[in-house]
């Protein structure tokens, strides 16, 4: 029933993965507008009481949990996933692959009507510039890392399940950013702060990212679009895309860090990249570090060739624009890091 | 999907046919079966009745397979065309006959095949290096079914043919067997001709019939047929075909690669000389195999869908129609050839050491030495139509060149310095020439490059050095000649009238994308933008002009007013000085100057070494142009203060359209800013409409006057082209509105009728957001302090690109890039502000890749390909910089 998917009609929503930046976003903003929300996350959700939210600890790839953290619910916005530029690939297929199985046959069981699969442009990125693309199809084989590889895994397994009784849809955020952000935000803030932070190829490689209010919207329209939206891959992007040096001075100068001046040859770091990742995990397995590596070859991919997107399709479906300019992002982060301007 | 024998050819193409001979090498009921491709079997089972039938013809050694695009094509038109593309015997899949073929043999087999197919209705011919000749010898016998005829790097005359090294190595009479037959050497060499190398299944499928050398006897025997001089057998038949064409009225076209090594352009040059209703097309950079290398369907079945030929002379009667009274460019100079006033000075004459006074000839010493010039050429063999490239800088010699051959109904050549050695000499193969006049320094060019033309120096050379460069005449020998010639003439009558719709000048865009494109003027066209000139600027006789812009300078002796050459280097116009321009205005007490906005930057840059004198003597001016690129505000402001008492107009136009409008300073303050740059209003018997652009970035067929609709703009005006010079397919596309000229600009009108150009056609940005044209981002962009010159270009796919901005600054940057984050923010601010646009990047370059002859067209083209690579990740070449030494 359309009316079901309607963005008045107050649905029971399971969000997993809230505990993450864009795990807890989402949920807040389906709160917001008057959705019954519950999380399913392995750590406790701080605040989640106070957001008006029901939390259940536990794991996606725990079948118990899954069936209890649906129960009730007729949509799910699945978030959780390992994600990490390092790490043995067992991991990544356990949580990314076996967690959403696990999740979509206990959602089926449930009668959950609708599921929103969280994936990543890099499920279809194979190394190669990507220049006003479209979503392309997701690529285990092919797709770089463990954690681009089972996430592509787990979302051609997820859209496979898509019919007229269990609608499933995937969108993809590329590169979500924002004030309390680990994942990306804080490393560039870390790394430059410690002199880590080389420019690849003189930083020009041109990136689409996401404001993290934006790919939160973006996650809770395709549950409100999913008429249009199941059974394919939208990707998520602010629709500016920036050369990767000036986000990255942007994001240290909003945290009041000197930018990288140093550049480095992409095919240089990538190479370099490999190395230090090889040595990063043997040194792991002994228990030698518990940080990430410097520079990962994936990372350094990312780093020196364009990855921005076409977002025509994006937007006509989800019949959506973001809100926030990527210059709007950088002020409200200078305003997190206490004041200093971007 | 459909079963093909060979890449690109259905197995239903396929057929044999057996077919009884009339050749005389044949003995009486010899049948041969031949090979053919032919889409008629497709169009009969789709019920489809074709238009008429091409009948292709390959060369040597090629077969059939080089027509299959067409065969796919002539199925697929709007109005289809059966096409039959034969193997001729002893070739292709044909039978092995085991006699020698001769070219009169080959003739009566094509009439035997198409008697044998039994063809009905029209048949256009199409024939390819020696397929050519025999195409032409069947046109000439079955002329009643003849509708039209097509060739591609073919030739009728063999006479001074010289063959390529490796080709020449082939047919060695040493081992002549051994390259063509015993060895698969020659058809090698030829398949290597094509540009770009041909894809490796498609080579194999081109010699799929010749794997073995008893199937190669065809190939050797084609070779050893090329009738070399008179005695061979050939000969008389090869002469009857090549006189026959003459007498052929239908409509033909020629489409041609001039890097062909056999069949080169002097062919070309021929064949047009038998044909001259001929369309023409050269494709700048495509070799031999011209239907491997380029797109020949979408030229061939336009060419057929139009009605070949009609449509230049329907356009071209119509602007006559539109014409009254026709004055010569030679009037002006035949009334006043008494008149002792000066007509033109040279500031630098040719071949003077500099410091020298200047050199001025009056009216009647300018109208003497045009005339005894022109008697001279004239003995010097020099024709009514004949091409005559001018090598030669501005000034009197120039000058003199000029009106002699228009007077002589010569076609002047004028390819300038400021396309740059190479540009120069593909314009010039492109043109033509009979003949060359130039300084030494081109004479030497026209050496080393091969140029074509019969060589005639500007000024005298030693013996040795004339020999050496191969130059047959000097023009002060002419000159001299022309003086003897001349006495005794009756003075009333020397010359014939000219044809006022006949070649008079080819001009050459600026080539700053791209190559050089020839234009052709008619007489009647070139008086007709002297009369733009003159009625728009009000140009008296009595006027006097500093010639700072060359194609307007050109114009001085027929506008009656007195002009003056600066003393500067024309191929690069930053080199004009303030006290340059100041004494050439002294010198004639000039009231009008005409420059280019690159030539007045230098101006003002120098302004501060200008004496008393030399101010006052620019204070004298009325008329200030500045023409050949748009300029801004503030420059021509500055401009103002140096020439206080001028007018200070700036028009709008091309090289196939000068002028189309023109705006004064008060007139750009008044129009003050806006989407794209103000030209002003459509100068004196100009017209100015819009064809509206779509927005996925096609553009509309209806020219339109409604304002602030964007689209390319179109100009219609007596002082248009006639026609782009042997680009048939690049006419075609400009003069598709019949009556206007599609410029490849676009732009706007506003409600008061002024013109606003926002860019180039080939330079909009189709975003998600829909069509952006790129100057009013650029003007913002130029508004932050540091920006000298902007360029915003569309990265990505189309419908999906986001705009860049790349920069020139005041203070050039070293290393090109990303913009510092300060300048970046700055210039994205701005343009935001202006135009609502987000760029993506704001990139920075040492400087803008521009044409030499204005340095001031940015090649966009080549901005955005290495806009897109650096930003996709990897490093390219910052575009070459034509306008810096």
Not at chain 1, 125 to 151: C, L, N, Q
Request: hydrophobic letters at 45%.
């Amino acid at each position: 029933m359309s009316s079901a998917a309607s963005p008045g009609t107050p649905r029971r929503v399971l969000v997993t993965g809230a505990s993450g930046l864009l795990g807890g976003a989402v949920a807040r903003l389906l709160a917001e507008k008057g959705h019954t929300v519950r999380t399913l996350q392995r750590t406790p959700m701080a605040g989640s009481a106070a957001a008006g939210l029901e939390s259940i600890a536990g794991s996606v790839s725990d079948p118990a949990a899954a069936a209890r953290a649906v129960e009730g619910t007729d949509a799910v916005v699945h978030l959780a996933a390992k994600v990490s530029f390092t790490g043995e690939w067992q991991d990544f297929a356990a949580t990314n692959i076996t967690g959403t199985r696990t999740l979509i046959d206990a959602s089926k069981a449930a009668g959950v009507r609708d599921f929103v699969f969280v994936s990543s442009p890099s499920v279809a990125h194979f190394g190669e510039p990507i220049a006003g693309a479209g979503a392309g199809t997701a690529d285990p084989e092919r797709a770089r890392g463990f954690y681009a590889r089972s996430k592509a895994a787990a979302e051609l397994l997820a859209l496979a399940e898509d019919s007229p009784s269990f609608r499933v849809g995937a969108i993809r955020p590329h590169i979500v950013w924002g004030p309390g952000d680990t994942q990306l935000v804080e490393r560039v803030i870390d790394r430059a702060r410690s002199g880590r932070l080389p420019l690849l190829n003189g930083g020009t490689a041109l990136i689409d990212t996401t404001y993290i209010a934006n790919a939160a919207a973006a996650i809770v329209r395709g549950l409100e679009r999913m008429d249009h939206a199941h059974g394919q891959a939208l990707v998520v992007t602010n629709g500016q895309p920036r050369p990767v040096g000036e986000l990255l001075a942007g994001i240290c100068t909003a945290a009041g860090v000197t930018p990288p001046a140093w550049s480095v040859p992409g095919w240089l770091a990538r190479g370099a990249g490999s190395v230090i990742e090889r040595a990063w995990l043997t040194a792991g397995s002994r228990g030698l570090v518990h940080d990430e590596p410097p520079m990962t070859r994936f990372l350094a991919e990312q780093l020196s060739t364009s990855h921005w997107f076409d977002q025509r399709r994006t937007r006509e479906v989800l019949d959506w624009t973001p809100e926030v300019t990527v210059e709007d992002g950088m002020r409200r982060l200078a305003a997190h890091y206490g004041g200093a301007a971007a | 999907m459909v079963a093909e024998l060979w890449p690109g050819v259905p197995e239903s193409w396929s057929s044999f046919v057996q077919v009884p001979s009339t050749a005389a090498v044949d003995r009486p009921d010899t049948v041969h079966k031949w090979h053919v491709l032919d889409n008629g079997p497709e169009l009969a089972a789709r019920g489809v009745e074709p238009a008429g039938t091409l009948l292709c013809v390959h060369g040597n050694p090629t077969w059939s397979y080089l027509w299959r695009s067409l065969l796919a094509a002539g199925a697929e038109a709007g109005q289809p065309w059966r096409v039959i593309a034969v193997d001729q015997l002893d070739m292709g899949f044909s039978a092995r006959t085991g006699t020698f073929r001769r070219l009169e043999d080959r003739i009566s087999d094509l009439g035997d095949l198409t008697d044998a197919l039994e063809l009905t209705g029209k048949v256009i011919t199409v024939g390819h290096d020696w397929g050519g000749i025999i195409s032409l010898g069947w046109a000439l016998t079955h002329s009643s079914r003849l509708a039209g005829i097509i060739l591609t790097n073919t030739a009728v005359h063999p006479a001074g043919f010289t063959l390529p090294p490796a080709l020449r190595l082939a047919l060695h009479p040493a081992v002549h067997g051994w390259g063509t037959q015993t060895t698969d050497a020659f058809i090698r060499v030829t398949h290597s001709l094509a540009r770009p190398a041909l894809a490796p299944e498609v080579r194999a499928a081109f010699s799929a019939p010749y794997r073995g050398s008893s199937r190669r006897e065809g190939v050797a025997n084609f070779v050893a047929d090329i009738p070399a001089d008179s005695t061979h057998p050939s000969w008389g038949t090869l002469n009857r075909v090549a006189e026959g064409i003459k007498r052929l009225d239908v409509p033909a076209l020629m489409l041609w690669g001039p890097k062909d090594p056999v069949f080169s352009d002097r062919y070309l040059r021929d064949l047009m000389d038998r044909l001259p209703q001929a369309d023409v097309h050269r494709f700048e950079g495509a070799s031999h195999l011209l239907p491997e290398d380029v797109d020949i369907t979408a030229p061939v079945f336009s060419w057929l869908e139009k009605g070949p030929g009609t449509e230049n002379r329907e356009i071209r009667s119509r602007n006559v129609a539109g014409l009254s009274v026709f004055r010569p460019m030679l009037a002006e100079l035949d009334e006043r050839d008494d008149d002792s006033s000066p007509a033109v000075v040279d500031m630098a004459p040719l071949g003077a050491p500099a410091g020298v006074s200047p050199a001025t000839l009056s009216w009647a010493e300018l109208a003497a030495r045009v005339n005894q010039l022109a008697a001279g050429l004239s003995g010097a063999g020099v024709r009514a139509g004949d091409r005559v490239n001018l090598l030669v800088p501005p000034g009197i010699e120039l000058t003199s060149l000029i009106y002699a051959c228009l007077r002589l109904g010569a076609v002047i050549v004028v390819a300038d310095a400021g396309l740059g050695t190479k540009g120069m000499g593909r314009a010039i193969k492109g043109a033509g020439p009979a003949y060359i006049v130039g300084i030494e320094r081109a004479l030497i060019g026209a050496r080393v490059f091969g140029w074509p033309g019969i060589r005639i120096s500007a000024e005298t050379l030693s013996p040795a050095k004339a020999r050496l460069l191969d130059v047959k005449h000097s023009v002060p020998e002419l000159i001299a000649a022309g003086k003897d010639a001349s006495t005794g003439k009756d003075p009333n009558e020397p010359w014939l009238r000219t044809d006022p719709d006949a070649d008079a000048a080819v001009l050459f865009t600026s080539g700053s994308t791209g190559p050089a494109k020839g234009v052709v003027y008619t007489h009647r066209q070139l008086t007709a933008m002297r009369d733009a000139l003159k009625n728009t600027y009000n140009l008296q006789a009595g006027t006097s002009l500093v010639a700072g812009f060359a194609p307007f300078a050109l114009l001085g002796p027929a506008l009656g007013a007195t002009s003056v050459t600066p003393d500067m280097d024309v191929t690069s116009p930053r080199t004009l000085t303030a006290a340059a321009l100041a004494d050439a205005a002294a010198a004639v007490s000039a009231t009008a100057v005409f420059a280019s906005p690159a030539a007045l930057g230098n101006v003002l840059a120098t302004a501060g070494d200008l004496t008393e004198d030399q101010r006052k003597a620019l204070h004298q001016v009325e008329l200030l142009l500045s023409a050949g690129a748009p300029i801004p505000e503030p420059l021509l402001a500055r401009v103002s203060a140096l020439t206080p008492n001028a007018e200070l107009h700036t028009p709008y136009g091309m090289t196939e359209a000068l002028p189309v409008t023109d705006i004064d300073l008060d007139g750009i303050r008044a129009a003050g800013a806006g989407n794209g740059v103000c030209v002003g209003t459509p100068v004196s018997r100009a017209q100015v409409a819009i064809a509206a652009l779509a927005p996925d970035g096609s553009v509309g067929d209806t020219p339109l006057v409604e304002p602030n609709l964007t689209g390319e703009i179109l100009v219609s005006a007596p002082h248009v082209k006639d026609r782009y010079d042997r680009l048939w397919i690049t006419e075609s596309k400009s003069a598709s509105l019949p009556g206007w000229h599609r410029t490849g600009d676009v732009g706007h009108l506003d409600e008061q009728g002024r013109l606003w150009v926002e860019g180039r056609l080939g330079h909009i940005l189709t975003t998600p957001g829909g069509v952006v044209t790129p100057v009013a981002a650029e003007q913002a962009a130029e508004s932050v302090p540091a920006v000298g010159r902007a360029a915003v270009v569309g990265v990505g796919p189309a419908g999906a690109q986001v705009p860049v901005a790349v920069l020139e600054l005041k203070d050039p940057v070293r290393r090109p890039g990303t913009a510092p984050q300060e300048l970046a923010v700055a210039v994205r601010t701005a343009v935001a502000a202006g135009t609502g646009l987000d760029l993506a990047a704001v990139l920075v370059l040492p400087a803008m890749p521009t044409d030499i002859r204005h340095n001031s067209k940015i090649d966009r083209t080549a901005l955005a390909g290495w806009a897109a690579t650096i930003l996709a990740g990897g490093s390219a070449k910052v575009p070459g910089t034509g306008g810096r030494k």
